[in-house]
């Protein structure tokens, strides 16, 4: 397709006028290698972001669409939508500093362990690269959450999960309210989830089978015990810990951040075509709410 469309155009010259590089990366040297950084791994809310290191896309800016709420009600998804992103965003620095962070931070002096003598591995900055793994897998669960409420699907907050959240009481067939939904986005939702708690992970037609690893991976992180290690070692028995080599790890911790991503992008454009969906049903009037940007204090 590439090569048909340089056939037509003049790919160059339109790249040229395009302004995709025009935009800052920011003030600090530190800035700028970190917007460089989101921009190689794609990890900017910025669906132009998949078009390559441009400097347009080294911004979040994508926000939630319009959507009609009852008179009166606060723009509490509004809120939602804005926690995420932050969440995203914190969880992204924290993998930054992870894979750019010193051998030894300086909390890290006089804190004593035990060397066990199985290449395990500590420090600052391998925990700032697994905080970044649980916060982007609970961005996942928040997304879902937010489906429950936009869609009024009346599962408990606290009960609603990657899987139930698509599945009747019973769980054998999808709910009645995305039973042949035109809605694409909100399908890729679901595959995003299904790629990681289908009851197949193997299954061929999963997108990104080996995406189920990261249940597991988040199972042990927040009920069990993770430990990292600078080399596989292979130990006789089951053992009780759950053990993963560095390089490893971080290449799961990307692939969570990815889908967290595209779990927010995803939700955006679902809500967007939801919105469309009910304002050809919707023919009463509907009155504007303007909202400013959030500025943070002392900026």
Known sequence: MAEKIATMIDV???RARSGLDSCSLGRSKQEKAYRQWALSHQLFVNPLNVLGRHSIAATD?????DYRSPIGDPPQFIAWFNQLK???AAARLLLFEATRGEAQHFADRDLMLVDTLDYSAFSLSLEKMRLAFRTAYGLLDKVVGFINAYFQLGQKPE???LRNVWLTKDGRSIRPEFAE???WPLRGLYWLAFDIVGEEPTD?????PEAAELIRLRNALEHRCLVLR???VCQPGGG???AIEIDAFRDRTYMMMRLARASIIYLSLAVGREEQLRAQKDRGLAMPMTLPTYRARGT
Not at 61 to 65: A, D, I
Not at 204 to 208: H, L, N, R, V
């Open 12 to 14: 160059g010259a339109v």
């Open 61 to 65: 800016r994508f926000g939630l669409p």
């Open 86 to 88: 932050q969440e995203f």
């Open 159 to 161: 009960r609603v999960n």
């Open 181 to 183: 939904q035109p809605n």
């Open 204 to 208: 061929p037609d999963a997108i990104a």
């Open 230 to 232: 600078e080399f596989a």
């Open 240 to 242: 009780i810990l759950e």
